[in-house]
């Protein structure tokens, strides 16, 4: 059995590369607004068939940053227009009061999967849904549906 030494030696012996240099590519960087106290970090990967509407209204006790690996996702947060993420594409949410509104798949002709790291307060769930009463009392906070030449939600 070889010794701390020995297993030392062989490591620098080795042949060493130079793509780490490169090999790093930043997708995302965000600074988010807070991170709960002993909060839990939790990947998830989320698939969902073609046309599936998504997750209903809810929100994250942290921050969540994703990265869509497959298809596209109609993504839509509380004071900001929908917009489509496309595969190789990332998105992140602030979490807390925030709502999320939309997540789900965009085509009919192909699932979309994505992956998103969640920075969790301790004992909460990861989302908690929305009601529709709630809903109805921060509408005002809702960006402008596309195609419509004014907010009709007034």
């Keep these: 059995m070889p010794n701390n030494e020995q297993a030392a030696g062989s490591a620098k012996s080795q042949p060493r590369s ?3 240099k490169t090999a790093l590519t930043v997708l995302q960087s965000a600074k988010p607004p ?3 106290e002993g909060a839990e970090a939790m990947t998830v990967l989320v698939e969902f068939p073609p046309g599936d509407p998504g997750t209903p209204p809810h929100r994250h006790s942290g921050p969540a940053f994703g990265y869509m690996l497959e298809g596209e996702m109609l993504f839509e947060l509380e004071g900001e227009p929908e917009r489509v993420v496309k595969a190789g594409e990332t998105f992140w949410e602030p979490g807390g009061d925030v709502i999320h509104y939309q997540g789900g798949n ?3 002709d192909s699932p979309s999967r994505f992956l998103v790291t969640m920075m969790c307060a301790p004992g909460q769930p990861m989302l908690t849904l929305v009601d529709d009463e709630e809903l109805a009392r921060r509408r005002h906070l809702r960006a402008p549906r596309p ?3 004014t907010d009709s939600r007034d």
Excluded: C, L
């Design 18 to 20: 130079e793509a780490w």
């Design 34 to 36: 807070f991170v709960p």
């Design 106 to 108: 965009n085509r009919t």
């Design 147 to 149: 195609g419509s030449a």
